[in-house]
């Protein structure tokens, strides 16, 4: 079965310091890889999406970015965090297209930027 | 851009009541995708609905598309204690799923 690895799942950073969040996927093969943010008490904010190795689709312009190293591997990254930072942010897997697949979340990195 | 919207944003029940949240969409949907939060933990899928005028039942939970594919509901039956927590819809465009704007349900026992 497939499973959806997400870490650390809690984190504080100063402002100004650098980010690295890391989601893996097991059990399947060239998965469309997504980042989302949640802010507290809101809705899901796409960030990235990904459709293979080295593929990047941004969907809001800012301090972060994405990159995909491996077919299963998806890595969300600052140089230089900001307050407006903090946040819920979820990595998630879906099989193909959006219309024929529904996302698979991993269990989330809680990070706190002070 | 698509947009989804989704309401009420909140909504607060005696246990035993029933409670329905409305997601609107911008344009048509091919399909629509239902997603339950609980508090403290990610989003998990619930359905999905694909064609027009579909309804389909999960236990207390029943989830309606609409005939012109552009919104859709869903409506719990005598709410739980464990049914707290948010739904989102989402409209699945291309690579991408728009999320709705959620509804934050608060079971009161």
């Known amino acids: 079965s497939q499973t959806i690895h997400q870490w650390p799942a809690t984190l504080v950073q100063p402002v100004g310091s650098p980010l690295s969040l890391e989601c893996t996927v097991e059990g399947t093969s060239n998965p469309n890889l997504y980042w989302y943010r949640q802010a507290a008490g809101r809705g899901l904010q796409l960030l990235f999406y990904s459709v293979g190795i080295g593929q990047i689709s941004s969907e809001v312009p800012q301090n972060l970015s994405a990159s995909r190293p491996q077919d299963r591997q998806f890595i969300l990254s600052s140089k230089k965090l900001l307050l407006s930072d903090s946040g819920f942010y979820l990595c998630a897997w879906a099989q193909g297209q959006a219309r024929n697949s529904p996302l698979h979340f991993g269990n989330g990195t809680r990070l706190t930027v002070t | ?109």
Not at chain 2, 17 to 29: A, G, I, K, V, W
Not at chain 2, 75 to 84: C, L, M, P
Not at chain 2, 93 to 109: D, K
């Open chain 2, 1 to 109: 851009g698509q947009q989804v919207m989704q309401i009420p944003q909140y909504q607060h029940v005696q246990e035993g009541e029933d409670f329905t949240t409305y997601c609107n969409s911008s344009t048509t949907l091919s399909n629509i995708q239902w997603y339950k939060q609980r508090p403290g933990g990610h989003p998990v899928f619930l359905i999905q609905l694909v064609k027009s005028g579909e309804v389909k039942k999960q236990k207390r939970l029943t989830f309606q598309f609409g005939e012109a594919k552009k919104n859709s509901s869903l409506h719990i039956t005598a709410t739980q204690t464990t049914d707290v927590g948010t739904y989102f819809c989402a409209g699945p465009a291309g690579n991408q799923f728009y999320f709705g704007t959620g509804t934050s349900l608060t079971v009161i026992p």
